[in-house]
């Protein structure tokens, strides 16, 4: 009789076992308190003496052996696909994962480049990119951490039990338990539609419980494989290369990453973007002389969103196509100590005390007829606040020339608005000696100036007066994090376009 491996892992339903397998108690639990994953491996009483036979002949324990990578078309595919998400389901989706398990903002310090230019794709992940993600905290519990667009990394805790089986298949008698904790690292690319999923298990994790004997001589032995995959039909997505194969004892000795690309095809798309989600997982698995696998293990599937944007660039380099991670609220951190202290006071204003702002909404002596709203203030975990959505010079010409006509009308009093901001704009115009007006939310923004909420269509901006060099500091970090971030344009076109552009937040770190 063939061994027999089933798989269960987060992602997986709970496998409908025989009357004589493992008790309930013994089923896969998944919490936020940590990822787990559990497999079930069958063994025939046959196989096993034959290990042990050879485990007592050698007279020695086992030793690692060098990994095999197997070629794509020699794999066994196993995958259960799905169709393709729309733009809308995408988005909901990813809503309830940020709403379920709200991800920690970036970390307090950001010395290393962004994930854009500075972070090529190599074939093996930069040292100091996965020690800042793992190190950031939410790795080993909710969905991992989504550190940010770019990057993605978690901590599995797995256990796998193996039970000798019957001429029938069913489990009759456990041997043992191993455990270990799998490491994945993910890398969105900025200029193709792929991620790069890098995995291994964590060295020096491995631990056995089989036994005296079977702990040396056995269960090291076992092998075990991890494979990256899509979840959508071959012509919307595709993963690259094999399954990486290895005895347990090979993987804990191992510090080496194995990869697998995948990759978008723009096949099913919406918009000027070709916009698309795509889900990937890492599924374990073994198929050998000794081992077949009846259902193998998936880790619950990520979700990425995938465009082919034309209008990113940087000194010279254009970024034409990227995939980035959709499970996280993108948003822009402005610091308070800074050398552009100005503009973050004065957002922090405009977020939190926004009845304290210029333009009023009513001149002084006369009832204000509601509150002032502004958006675009950060909360961790809601995705679903009012957020600012981005525009641009050469797709939204209009809209931009809009909202640095209104900031001028309440700034300076200038036409062809000025009149609207005579008696409630700022009452001294800034000293063009030294200052500069800056306006929230951003001039490069729908929800800027020019364009106020339609539910409360007057004055939901605010104007300042700042110094020069900040503001101009402010605006240099702004149309960087558009890049390092990747925040599409807004596309009026899109189905429910409030629900499925990009839209990002503000914020203020004390």
Request: glycine residues 8%; aromatic residues 10%; proline residues 8%.
């Amino acid at each position: 009789m063939a061994a027999v491996v089933v798989a269960l892992l987060t992602a997986a339903a709970p496998l409908s076992a025989p009357a004589h397998a493992a008790p309930q108690a013994d089923r896969q639990v998944v919490g936020d308190a940590g990822l787990t994953i559990k497999t079930t491996v069958g063994i025939s009483g046959e196989d096993l003496e034959r290990l042990r036979a050879q485990g007592r002949q050698s007279g020695t324990p086992a030793r690692p052996a060098e990994p095999q990578v197997a070629d794509r078309a020699a794999q066994h595919d196993q995958r259960q696909r799905v169709p393709a998400l729309s733009l809308i389901e995408g988005q909901r989706a990813a809503n309830r994962q940020i709403a379920a398990h709200p991800q920690p903002a970036r970390p307090a310090s950001e010395a290393l480049p962004g994930p854009m230019v500075a972070a090529p794709i190599g074939e093996q992940p930069a040292a100091a990119r996965v020690t800042e993600c793992f190190d950031a905290g939410g790795a080993d519990a909710g969905i991992g951490r989504v550190h940010n667009r770019f990057t993605y990394c978690a901590r599995i805790k797995l256990t796998a039990e193996y039970w000798r089986i019957d001429n029938k298949g069913i489990p009759v008698e456990k041997e043992g338990t191993t455990t270990g904790t799998i490491e994945i690292f993910t890398q969105g690319d900025d200029k193709e539609r792929r991620v790069r999923v890098f995995s291994r298990i964590q060295e020096d994790s491995v631990d056995y419980d089989w036994g005296p004997f079977d702990n040396i001589f056995v269960a090291p032995n076992v092998p075990l494989s991890l494979i990256g995959h899509c979840s959508e039909e071959f012509e919307t997505c595709h993963a690259t290369r094999g399954a990486a194969t290895m005895a347990w004892v090979t993987w804990d000795n191992n510090s080496r990453w194995f990869y697998w690309d995948v990759y978008n095809h723009e096949v099913v798309t919406e918009g000027r973007d070709k916009l698309s989600f795509n889900r990937w997982y890492v599924s374990a698995f073994t198929d050998s002389r000794q081992y077949r696998t009846i259902r193998p293990g998936n880790t619950a599937p990520r979700l990425t969103r995938r465009d082919s944007a034309t209008y990113f660039q940087r000194f010279g380099t254009r970024y034409p196509k990227a995939c980035v991670f959709a499970e996280t609220i993108p948003h822009l951190t402005y610091d308070l100590v800074s050398d552009y202290t100005d503009v973050s006071l004065h957002i922090w204003h405009a977020q939190n005390n926004p009845n304290d702002t210029y333009p009023m909404l009513a001149p002084d002596g006369v009832p204000w007829p509601r509150d002032k709203k502004i958006p675009g203030k950060f909360f961790p975990g809601d995705n679903t606040a009012p957020g600012l959505h981005r525009i641009t010079g050469e797709l939204h010409p209009a809209l931009v020339e809009a909202n640095s006509d209104h900031k001028n009308g309440a700034c300076y009093g200038k036409p062809p608005y000025g009149h609207m901001y005579q008696l409630t704009g700022l009452p001294v115009p800034p000293d063009t000696t030294i200052e500069e007006c800056d306006e929230y939310p951003f001039a490069s923004t729908l929800e800027g100036a020019g364009h106020p909420d339609p539910e409360n269509p007057d004055f939901n901006f605010s104007v300042e007066a700042v110094n020069g060099h900040d503001n101009s500091v402010a605006g240099g970090k702004l149309i960087a994090y558009y890049l390092d971030d990747r925040i599409l344009a807004w596309d009026a076109g899109l189905e429910q376009p409030y629900q499925v552009n990009d839209k990002f937040y503000v914020n203020i770190r004390g």
